[in-house]
């Protein structure tokens, strides 16, 4: 992934002439601009997307330059990484997420800055910390051989038949190389009502995560999915389960995040018999005389 990184931002960013270093080379005598890029912690995310990695890039120019010429380097950073799917050596593919400040607790898709412009007296130069994101470096769980709940299986094969061939479409666990834009479903909790005696009602709430390259993307697909599911009535189950679940309360903020908590939720709910228990036969019918 570093070099991946380190690669983009040469081809993106040509007035650094190739110099993006490890921490340990930069010198008081490294030509100016120039950019050091360090890998951070690697912490657990959510169930849905794993562990995530953290990258700092710190451009770093003339201590003589103004601060406008360190905006206009920080600006085209953000612009080379955010959001952009970069492939690794070994073919395994990845997306940077322009991220946010140090101090500021837990991370958000955007924010800003490791600890805002700096004067790096040691090599005479000013500088500011660029913090991004890799989410879905690494799964929670093992590899999952059980299958998708049908409910979740119909949803997502709804979702991909709306969107089209050029959306992925996932299910519960946001994969390592995930694609943009792509959509992940999950099962964010289940509610069981009774209607009668014979009858209950099952209630499946489905959270989704539009993932887009481009913030309009997001809030677009987003905005299609809420709008259809308010017309949708039913969506036919498949995998050996005959009938529909039905649709209702979809709903859409736009201003949650796509990772830890997802733009869209849904209910999907169908009724069930309850199965009588079983018990012994009528063995013998006793007559103890007549009814007057």
């Not at 834009?181 to 014979?198: D, Q």
Request: aromatic fraction near 8%.
């Amino acid at each position: 992934m570093r070099s991946a990184i380190r690669q983009k931002l040469n081809d993106e960013i040509p007035e650094i002439g190739g110099r993006v270093l490890d921490p340990q080379l930069a010198a008081t005598t490294t030509v100016k601009p120039f950019m050091v890029l360090r890998q951070g912690e690697e912490a657990l995310d959510r169930v849905w997307t794993g562990f995530k990695r953290f990258i700092e890039v710190w451009p770093y120019n003339e201590q003589q330059s103004d601060y406008q010429s360190l905006d206009e380097l920080a600006g085209k950073v953000v612009a080379a990484l955010d959001r952009q799917q970069m492939t690794t050596s070994g073919g395994d593919k990845f997306t940077c997420r322009y991220a946010g400040t140090i101090s500021g607790g837990d991370t958000c898709r955007y924010a800003g800055t490791v600890n805002g412009d700096y004067v790096d007296a040691q090599l005479q130069a000013i500088t500011r910390g660029l913090q991004f994101f890799i989410p879905a470096v690494q799964p929670l769980t093992p590899a999952e051989a059980t299958a998708n709940d049908p409910w979740l299986e119909a949803l997502a094969l709804w979702t991909g038949e709306l969107l089209g061939a050029g959306w992925s479409v996932y299910r519960n666990i946001l994969p390592t190389g995930y694609n943009c834009p792509s959509v992940l479903w999950r099962m964010a909790g289940v509610e069981v009502r009774e209607k009668s005696g014979s009858l209950f009602e099952v209630r499946k709430k489905m959270a989704g995560h539009v993932l887009g390259s481009t913030n309009n993307q997001e809030l677009e697909g987003a905005l299609v999915l809420a709008r259809e599911l308010g017309k949708a009535v039913r969506i036919a189950i498949g995998q050996g389960e005959a009938g529909y679940c039905a649709v209702s309360a979809p709903a859409a903020d736009y201003m949650l995040d796509p990772f830890s908590a997802g733009q869209l939720t849904v209910v999907l709910s169908g009724l069930t018999e309850k199965t009588a228990a079983a018990g012994p036969l009528m063995a013998a019918v006793h007559n103890a005389g007549l009814i007057e």
